[in-house]
């Protein structure tokens, strides 16, 4: 998750209501667009990125917490695909951290000084052979340094050396856009996601706790020695940014749910003298689960369990490994970001962040400019789960309360290929996009159908957002185009100008794009098909003066 650039005191003031995890480097570092090398460097599958293929990440780390130092190693399995177009390989790693020294396929790199590897910014250039296509290699980067702290964090995002209420050391990292590469050497694009997942090895001192994502494979560490690794796992694809180390005095307990695919592990973490009342909170796990199964389908990620790890920032949504800060109570820090009352019935960070497991780690954008598709629906799912055990009626009335969140100050879809996300609106102005399809379809199986198929047929994918408005149009028999256009790329609301005469109705849209038409449902129940060109028809029924727009459609209306 990801906010706008705010001040701190800003933050301070609304935090209660614009929870959007990490602010991103990228959006402090320019807000007028005036992009650079680099941007494009981070952002773009450019030339030294597109030859070949993560295959898997085995990251090594070992943090200082007096120093605020790390030490590392990350040896990176890929594919070579068809047509090598650079003799170089893109590695990124951002500055202050440095590559101590490179491992081809196992074997020491021996700088070529006709051909050096070569640090740019938060780039390293390597050259390597050029081998067949579809063979797989192998690079290892020994690496050190002193990684970018989180300040704020989540909205801040890097290493964060916390410490707990006992003054104990507590560590872990989030970086939501402003890249793993912050705190270990990768391919920092998230449309290139290791097909065969992921290992962590974290390096602790021996009275530490060390978790990861997936499962625990291996700890080690005699009982006479000053410090243990720990080895986690994932089997699934995994995006860049949800590979985190959570460090701490941890307990843990363990549980399972029988859900749609059979037996799901479930573990959850915390420090140890918070284990009572986070098993009480936690215990809304399981009926959120059993929610999202019922309108996002199966759990993606079954092989790597299920885990709520106690976090010293808000929360985010790591892939089998969601971080939870929220104390313990309902609502977003004991708050309702909707103003209706229904968000105080259930824990904010729990639902929403692990909702993320559908959109965002099951379904990845392939660029952030996309990040709506993350957002939108992972804000929505909020709605679901309150409509699940309240009612619809409950879940309209919040989805109609976030609304008063939106700016509309700039189009939700972000510039490409530069690792820049577009408006914080993704979030409450793309549920209520949503909401509104959803009233279009008007079928709400269909509907539920169509988010379930969508975390089926891009099972464990990177997409782009044109891929999910196609899927929306042709799932649904209905044309989207021109209302994403609308809602995705302006940031105008259309507005429906309406006037009854009598028994009769005029109406017509302004306020947007060429060609725009969207139906929408009276309160009477008539449905009109409005466009650009004013029409004008026989209303239904009695009391036609008293003929409104249906609250569930996220547009102006003037009378």
Not at 259 to 270: A, F, T
Not at 416 to 433: L, Q, T
Request: net charge neutral; glycine share 8%.
């Amino acid at each position: 998750m990801q906010i706008n650039k705010m001040n701190k005191q800003f933050l301070t003031l609304v935090s209660a209501f614009l929870f959007l995890t990490s602010c991103t480097v990228a959006q402090l570092s320019n807000k007028k667009n005036n992009f650079t090398h680099q941007d494009s460097l981070r952002g773009s599958n450019g030339v030294e990125r597109s030859w070949w293929d993560v295959l898997r990440y085995d990251v090594n780390v070992t943090p200082d917490y007096t120093t605020k130092t790390i030490t590392g190693k990350t040896r990176i399995q890929y594919k070579i695909l068809a047509g090598q177009q650079s003799r170089y390989m893109q590695i990124d790693l951002q500055k202050p951290l440095t590559v101590d020294s490179v491992f081809y396929n196992e074997k020491l790199y021996i700088n070529d000084p006709s051909m050096p590897y070569y640090n740019e910014g938060n780039v390293w250039h390597i050259p390597l052979p050029v081998m067949p296509a579809n063979t797989e290699q192998s690079i290892t980067i020994v690496y050190h340094g002193k990684p970018r702290e989180a300040i704020n964090p989540p909205w801040d995002g890097g290493w964060i050396f916390a410490k707990d209420a006992k003054g104990r050391p507590w560590m872990t990292v989030a970086c939501q856009g402003l890249g793993a590469s912050a705190w270990y050497p990768c391919k920092d694009y998230q449309a290139d996601e290791p097909d065969n997942g992921a290992s962590l090895t974290i390096n602790v001192p021996d009275l530490l706790i060390a978790v990861g994502n997936g499962r625990p494979e291996q700890k080690s560490g005699s009982t006479n020695s000053q410090s243990k690794s720990y080895t986690w796992r994932v089997h699934a694809p995994i995006n860049n940014y949800t590979i985190i180390p959570y460090i701490g005095h941890y307990v843990n307990w363990s549980d399972t749910l029988q859900g749609e695919q059979g037996k799901l592990d479930l573990n959850y973490w915390v420090l140890d003298y918070d284990l009572e009342k986070a098993k009480k909170q936690f215990e809304q796990v399981k009926p959120m689960l059993r929610a999202f199964e019922y309108w996002f389908g199966p759990y993606p990620f079954y092989e790597d369990g299920y885990q709520l790890i106690q976090a010293p920032h808000l929360g985010m949504e790591h892939q089998s490994a969601v971080a939870y800060g929220n104390h313990f109570q309902n609502g977003y820090l004991g708050r309702d970001l909707s103003g209706t009352g229904w968000g105080m019935k259930w824990d904010y960070i729990i639902i929403h962040e692990s909702g993320h497991e559908w959109f965002a780690n099951n379904i990845t954008t392939k660029d952030i400019a996309d990040m709506w598709v993350h957002e939108g629906f992972t804000d929505y799912s909020e709605a679901l789960f309150t409509e699940y055990y309240y009612g619809k009626q409950a879940a309209n009335e919040y989805v109609q309360g976030l609304r008063k969140q939106i700016a509309n100050d700039k189009p939700i879809i972000g510039p490409y290929g530069v690792n820049r996300e577009g408006s914080g609106d993704m979030y409450f102005k793309g549920a209520n996009i949503l909401h509104t399809l959803r009233q279009i379809i008007n079928d709400d199986e269909k509907f539920r159908q169509i988010l379930r198929g969508l975390n089926k047929d891009f099972y464990h994918q990177t997409v782009t957002t044109k891929q999910v408005e196609d899927y929306f149009s042709q799932k649904s028999g209905k044309d989207f185009s021109k209302l994403f256009d609308q809602y995705l790329r302006t940031n105008q609301i259309p507005t429906l100008q309406i006037k009854t005469e009598g028994d009769k109705i005029k109406f017509q849209w302004t306020n947007c794009i060429a060609g725009f038409v969207m139906p929408v449902k009276l309160t009477n129940g008539q449905w009109i098909t409005p466009t650009t060109v004013e029409q004008k028809i026989q209303l239904e029924g009695n009391n036609a003066s008293n003929v409104d727009v249906d609250k569930n459609f996220y547009i102006n209306v003037k009378k």
